[in-house]
């Protein structure tokens, strides 16, 4: 079991520029979701997913789009990279869609610096 | 909304100190509550957790009890090695419709030297 996976692991973008943020996991969960970390703010929900072909939004989903066409996989898209969303990106995904007492898994995090 | 306090760090304890990380919650309902670690460089590891009123989580001599009462989730330790260095968070689920979600406080570093 590799867990769950995020690449690339460092990206330097420009302003204006796209890229997509790869999350995979290998444990069939239902459940996976996209956080950034900032300094002295913790983490904080952009996107999650309940399922293949189910998507919503988080805290702070402005800038991002996500989809979900397979159980693995959870990209994160940013249309039009902004020095504000220079953080480190986190991806999770747990078993079960209901009752929020189970454990989520992290990935290792992508770490992305827009300038 | 759901939110999570923590003391501010960093925390500097010499090998082999008590360790207290403070952590207190505001949630709807009866929310669920973990801790998490990150080490240097990683992504973040569940250390502990507990479900409902007065359990206690533990794991690798850390220690939490769910105190409803005074909505407090302190982490302790008994004996803090150097490789606990880390940054620890606490966080909450609660039983929000179709949101499985993590709120989590802002991190505690802790540096144990030898």
């Known amino acids: 079991n590799a867990g769950v996976t995020q690449t690339p692991k460092f990206q330097v973008l420009k302003t204006g520029q796209s890229m997509t943020l790869q999350c995979a996991q290998d444990m069939n969960h239902e459940y996976m979701s996209w956080y950034r970390q900032d300094p002295g703010m913790g983490l904080r929900l952009i996107h999650y997913?309940?399922?293949?072909?189910?998507?919503d939004q988080g805290e702070v989903p402005n800038g991002y789009n996500v989809s979900r066409s397979t159980t693995e996989d959870f990209p994160l898209r940013l249309l039009s990279a902004a020095p504000s969303q220079t953080s480190v990106y986190f991806c999770?995904?747990?078993?079960?869609?209901?009752?929020?007492?189970?454990?989520?898994?992290f990935g290792p995090g992508t770490r992305l610096l827009v300038l | 909304g759901n939110s999570v306090t923590q003391m501010e760090g960093p925390v500097t304890l010499s090998e082999e100190a008590f360790l207290t990380i403070n952590c207190t919650y505001t949630a709807t309902g009866y929310p669920s509550l973990f801790w998490y670690v990150q080490y240097p460089g990683e992504g973040l590891q569940l250390l502990l957790k507990?479900?409902?009123?007065?359990d206690k989580g533990s794991n690798k001599g850390f220690e939490a009890t769910y105190r409803k009462e005074t909505t407090s989730f302190h982490l302790e330790k008994g004996s803090v090695q150097v490789s606990d260095s880390a940054v620890y968070f606490c966080?909450?689920?609660?039983?929000?419709?179709?949101?499985?979600?993590?709120?989590f406080g802002s991190g505690t570093r802790l540096q144990v030297q030898p």
């Open positions: 997913s309940v399922g293949a072909g189910i998507t």
């Open positions: 999770a995904s747990s078993y079960s869609r209901t009752a929020g007492k189970e454990t989520q898994y």
């Open positions: 507990a479900t409902k009123a007065d």
């Open positions: 966080a909450l689920t609660s039983p929000d419709t179709g949101r499985r979600a993590l709120t």
